[in-house]
């Protein structure tokens, strides 16, 4: 399971010209699910997630999570993230979970999340989403468990 941070002042997502969930500032994470991922995997994922400390204190240093600054996560699935890129010009996704357990995995994550009291939006799974984001730093991040 992939997850690629990014820090920023605000986010969101539209389906069909229409905003479907928006925040402020917190952390956009785009979300891959390979095969062989799994609920105890993605709960570890949502905790580190849900604990990294990428957002600044009083001394300019970061060592606070999103909970401290009491931000907000979208989650947005990205089945690309789990793309094979080592050969060729077209990446492989056979390492992507399959739709059922990638959706079932996404929102499981969201949800483990949201327990740690961390207001979680989610984008919509398999839809032409149009993501938008002030990535503030810019700080990205790829976690993976």
């Known amino acids: ?14 389906v069909n010209n229409q905003v479907i969930s928006n925040i402020n500032q917190g952390i ?14 993605a709960k570890r994922l949502a905790e580190r997630v849900a604990g990294y400390r990428i957002f600044e204190d009083e001394n300019g240093k970061t060592n606070l999570s999103v909970k401290d600054v009491a931000g907000e996560i979208l989650v947005v699935s990205q089945f690309t ?5 080592k050969k060729g010009m077209r990446p492989s996704f056979s390492n992507a979970a399959a739709p059922d357990l990638a959706n079932q995995l996404y929102l499981y994550f969201a949800q483990q999340i949201e327990l740690q009291g961390i207001r979680v ?14 990535n503030d730093g810019p700080m990205t991040f790829r976690l993976e468990i």
């Not at 993230?81 to 890129?85: G, H, K, Q, R, V």
């Open 1 to 14: 399971m992939i997850a690629l941070l990014q820090r920023v002042s605000q986010a969101s997502v539209t």
């Open 28 to 41: 956009l994470v785009l979300l891959g699910v390979e095969k062989g991922d799994d609920e105890a995997k």
């Open 81 to 85: 993230l789990a793309a094979d890129t």
């Open 121 to 134: 939006q989610t984008g919509q799974f398999q839809a032409d989403m149009k993501v938008s984001l002030t």
